[in-house]
């Protein structure tokens, strides 16, 4: 093992030690003979990928917070840990959100008959003033698989890419800048995956779009760390969860159609199952990682 930091024992090293998690850096955080802490990385090969997370750790602290952690750390409530994220370090949001933004001003715009057909989970066209399209089964097999994922940037009011952007940025960022890009982008690519092909099968159509089963997805995800990891803290209020979980079930009643609300349920339902389930696998690879 090699030593790479050492802190005073009322320190709090967890938010260091998760980001170091987050790169799949293998730790162990012991205590020294005078009672400090001392950091220990199990591969000396991370130890030019350790130092710049450290550096910047060290950098954001705040020592007047520290005091009053240590004085009344009964009363310390958690912070929102994305607040003060540079934007710059979440490409993985911005790789979501920029075509989400193009695709659909151009649905708004008026050019839904030319981007549909190439965004949509199975080619679609119109003849005779019908809607038709093929079936999985001759887009898979002409190699189309991009389709799976594609839909997602697809929506088709104003109000519908203005929420679903809020949210994948302020549920996204955090997930990224706490769990790192690769854990955002599988949790995008499976969750939006699974409610695509979970909206389409429930359906029988291929006439939908959006960001919200993937929204979702990045809920369940917090919500299965913040259950099963109790130090996590995504920065979440209680009152947006509870929001948004009244939300899908108010939307599977008869108000929405009353409304003339046409909302994809069965991608919120997968999303929201499959991102809690990769959040549970999550939460087991960490804590089998520390106690190799």
Known sequence: MLKVLVASANIDLKPLSDRLWAQQIEHKILKDALGEQVIFLMHAQDVQRTQPLIQRWQAEQDTRAWTAAVTDRSQARPTDPAASIDWR????????????????????????????????????????????????????????IWRLLTPIFLHFSWMHLVFNMLWLVYLGRSIEHLRGHGALLNLVLITGVGANLGQFLWDASPLFGGMSGVVYGLLGYILAWTVFDRQSHFGVPRGLVVFMLAWLLLAMTPITTWLGWQIANAAHVVGLLLGVLVGVFSVWKARLLKSC
Do not use: C, D, H, N
């Open 89 to 144: 370090k979440i490409p993985v949001v911005w790789l979501f959100v920029l075509p989400s933004l193009l695709a659909s001003f151009l649905v708004l715009r008026g050019f839904e008959a030319w981007i549909m057909p190439q965004l949509s989970l199975v080619p679609v066209w119109i003849e005779g003033g019908q809607v038709y399209w093929a079936s999985l089964e001759t887009t898979f097999m002409q190699g189309e």
